[in-house]
C-alpha cells in the first residue's frame, strides 16, 4: 500500500479483478524505491571496483585488482612465513629428534593432521583406529607387523607394506584346515595344544609364522598367539583366509593388504643408509647415482613423512 493510503476510487485501477476483489495500482512505498535505485547503485559501484564481467581468458580487473585467490595467496604466505623456521629446522633432524625436542614434537603433530587427514585417514581411520572389519591395520596398538619403532614406521610409510600369504585351499585336507583354524583359536587364547603345533609345524606355517607362532617381522607376518585381528578372529574369517591367502594373486577370493609406497626415493635411501651402517660404512659416503635412477616416485616429501611417523607413533602403538 503506498503511504498516503488514498481513497480506493481515486486510484487507478489495473482491470484485474478476482472474487470481486480489483487489483489497484497504488504507488510502491518511498522507502522500498529508493532502496531498489540505492542498490542498483552499489552493483555499479561493484562492478567499476571489483572483478565482475568473465571474459575469454579472464575477467575484468576492477579499479582495487582484488581478487579471493590473491587474498589466499596473501594469507597463505604469512602463514608459510611464520612456519618456515620450524620446517627448515625439521627437514634437518632425524624422527627421533624430534620426538626428544617438545617444541618440535608439538609443532610436527599440529601440522601433520590435515597431511594425515588427507593421505591417511581414509584407510587407518581419523584416530589411527579403522572401522571394525575393514581390513586396515590399527596403529594405536602394540601389533606392528613390520616393527613400531620410528625409523621403521618411516620405511613402511616411504616404502609401502604389502604382506604375502600362500593359498592353502589346495594344499590342505579339510580336516586340516579345521585343526589349523582351531590352533589358531587356540593359540590366540593362550591354550593351543601339542597336536596342534605339530600340523602347524609339518604344514611349514613356523616358516613364515615363526616357530612360536608370534610372526617374522622382517617378512611381515602375523602373530598369531594375541588378540589383534587384521581381519577377523571369527573361526570362519581365518579359514577363509587360510584357504585364500592374502595377496595372492591367482586366487580372487584372496585377502587384498596394500599399502603404498609415499616415497621410493626416501625408501631406497633409507634402505642404503641403513646397509651401509650395517656393514661398517660411512653412510655420508652414498653414491647415490649407482643408488638412483631418477624415475622414483615422491608423493610425499621426506618431511612430510618424518611428520607422518611422529604423528603416527604419537598414537599410543609406537614402541
Known sequence: MADNKNN??????????????????????????????????????????????????ESTKGLLGWTMINEYKEDLAKVEAKRAPFEDKLASMTVEQIL???????????????????????????????????GYPNLTDDDWLFGGKPQEIMVSIAAGRQGMMTAHKDILKPE???????????????????????????????????????????????????????????PEQIR??????????????????????????????????????ADGEDPNEIDWDDELDGTESERLTETEIKKLTVYVHQFGGGQ
Not at 188 to 202: H, Q
Open 8 to 57: 480506493p476510487g481515486q486510484v487507478e485501477d489495473t482491470g484485474h479483478e478476482w472474487d470481486g476483489i480489483r487489483e489497484l495500482n497504488n504507488p510502491c512505498p518511498r522507502w522500498w524505491l529508493n532502496s531498489l535505485y540505492l542498490s542498483g547503485l552499489l552493483v555499479i559501484v561493484y562492478f567499476v571496483l571489483y572483478p565482475s564481467l568473465p571474459l575469454v581468458n
Open 100 to 134: 626428544a625436542d617438545q617444541e618440535m614434537l608439538n609443532y610436527a603433530i599440529g601440522s601433520s593432521k590435515v597431511l594425515y587427514g588427507d593421505n591417511c585417514a581414509a584407510c587407518h581411520g581419523t584416530g589411527g583406529a579403522p572401522a571394525a572389519g575393514a
Open 240 to 277: 577363509h583366509t587360510i584357504l585364500h591367502g592374502v595377496n595372492h594373486v591367482s586366487d580372487p577370493l584372496t585377502r587384498v593388504a596394500v599399502m603404498p609406497a609415499w616415497n621410493e626415493k626416501l625408501a631406497i635411501m633409507l634402505e642404503a643408509r641403513a646397509n651401509a651402517i
Open 176 to 234: 586340516e584346515v579345521d585343526q589349523l583354524v582351531q590352533f589358531v583359536v587356540d593359540s590366540s587364547n593362550g591354550v593351543a595344544t601339542e597336536a596342534g603345533k605339530a600340523l602347524y609345524m609339518a604344514k611349514g606355517c613356523f616358516a613364515c609364522h615363526g616357530a612360536d607362532a608370534k610372526g617374522v617381522k622382517a617378512m611381515g607376518s602375523a602373530n598369531l598367539t594375541d588378540k589383534i585381528w587384521r581381519f577377523s578372529g571369527e
